[in-house]
Structure formats: C-alpha cells, structure tokens
C-alpha cells in the first residue's frame, strides 16, 4: 500500500507531477520510434519500459485522487477532474501497447526472397563460377552489363513488416496524440477544480510588518 500523505502534502499533488512529466515524454518516443526505425534500433526495449513505469504513475496518481477525493468537499469541478482522470488510464495502457508492438518489428523478416530473386542468386554464383569471356575485345562491354544485372540487389521489404509498420505508425500517432491530450485535459480541469473562485483578479490589501 502506498502512503497517500508525503511530507504532510496529499501523495495526489505530488504524483501528478511525474504524469504530467511522462505522458507527454512517451508519447513524444512511442511516435518518433514508430516513424524512425534508426531511433527504434538505439532505443531498444527502453521505450516499453518507459510506458510501463508511465502507466504505473497513472494508476498510482489514480488511486490517490481517490483517496483524496473522499477527504474534500465535492464540487462539479472536483467530480469532473476526476472521471477525466479514470479516463487517463486507457491511453496509458494504449502507449504501453503501441511501445510494445512498435520495439517488436524488430523480429519481423525485414527482406524477402521470391523465385526471382533465387534465379538471381543462383546467376551470381554462376558468374563468379565462370570467368566468362575476356574482359576486352568486342564481347567485354556485354560482359560487363551482364555481371551488373547479376549482381545488383534484389532483397525487398516484405509486405507483413510494410503493412505492420503502417499500422504502428497509425496507432502511435493516435494514442500519442490521444494521450497527450487528455493529460491536458486533466491537468486543466484539476487546476479549475482548486484555483476557481479561490483568488483574486486584483491585488489584495496587504497589512505592514510591525517595525522592529
């Protein structure tokens, strides 16, 4: 059980910080790492991770908003920050599975080959086999364009990791986007449910210090 109080302050105050901090950062990686397979490669399995402790946060601010909510008076702004908050926890679990699947391409077959391109394989070793004719007189320059066309690359992405990767890139950018939204939104309706009717627009008189 966690302790809902730290340092006398309401463990949900606290805790909002590290969401409002790590929704945004995951987010912003699940996304670049979806459309950067360079990114993907140096990140590794760390932006999963990343997700997971982004999700744990959630759920932890989560179960001390409700723990405080039982400890304050309940306004329509307090009712309301509190189910956009329940509702935070589905676009957490979204970025966690989007990490997951977007760090798993990485086991896809990233080329394929078909019986073209082993007619070509089998070219290749043929032409490294046979020495052919001379590489000049008359004969060299068709020589030389048929070695070309032997020799060229012919590996192509295959189409399970083209369509999984669109895919990835679909879903990142929704729950992204989604995610970071709805953090807004929270925080937002959470800053109405405390500063609303709770501050003046107008500096407030303000009584001398007694001389010393």
Known sequence: MIPYEINGLPAHVLLLHAVVVLVPLTSLLVVGTAFWPAARRRLGVA????????????????????????????????????????DMLPWAIA??????????????????TDAGNDHTARAEGTARADPGPPTTGPGAGHTQTLTRATTAPTGRRSRLATVVAGVTMVAALAAGVGATVQCYRVGDAGARAVWTDNFSTQPLPRTPPPPT
């Open 47 to 86: 932006v999963p991770i990343l997700a997971l402790v982004t999700l744990g946060a959630v759920q932890l601010t989560i179960n001390a908003g409700e723990w405080l909510i039982r400890r304050v008076p309940i306004t329509p702004l307090v009712r309301a920050h509190a189910h956009l908050g329940d």
């Open 95 to 112: 970025l966690v599975v989007v990490a997951v699947a977007v760090w798993a391409q990485r086991f896809l077959p990233s080329h394929r």
